[in-house]
Nanobody
Framework: QVQLVESGGGLVQAGGSLRLSCAASGRTFNSYAMTWGWFRQAPGKEREFVAA????????YYADPVKGRFTISGDNAKNTVYLQMNSLKSDVAAVYYCAATEYGLSCVARYDYWGQGTQVAVSS
């Protein structure tokens, strides 16, 4: 069983920044074959794709609304993925989830492992 634990969420002023972290632990798996993703879910809305990184090669992918403002990165040695969020606006407020999969990119259903989520709120 793989456990994913997110951290770094909180309340930030509009225009500010946050860095979310996702640490993986549990059974050994081939992390280099994995895709790590960040998703978010606002109240009353479906969970949506934010960003993903292919562990092998480091290619990154972003949803259009966050391109240029968010950056996903990873630390192999720590089995940790990060989401740097800059120039935050109220529309990014949601619960952010980290997830991992061997066969997917932006589709929620393709991800097998999920964290518990971390809340991000933006004050104006």
């Amino acid at each position: 069983q793989v456990q994913l634990v997110e951290s770094g969420g909180g309340l930030v002023q509009a225009g500010g920044s946050l860095r979310l972290s996702c640490a993986a632990s549990g059974r050994t798996f081939n992390s280099y074959a994995m895709t790590w993703g960040w998703f978010r879910q606002a109240p009353g809305k479906e969970r949506e794709f934010v960003a993903a990184i292919l562990w092998s090669g480091g290619s990154t992918y972003y949803a259009d609304p966050v391109k240029g403002r968010f950056t996903i990165s990873g630390d192999n040695a720590k089995n940790t993925v990060y989401l740097q969020m800059n120039s935050l606006k109220s529309d990014v407020a949601a619960v952010y989830y980290c997830a991992a999969t061997e066969y997917g990119l932006s589709c929620v259903a393709r991800y097998d492992y999920w964290g518990q989520g971390t809340q991000v709120a933006v004050s104006s």
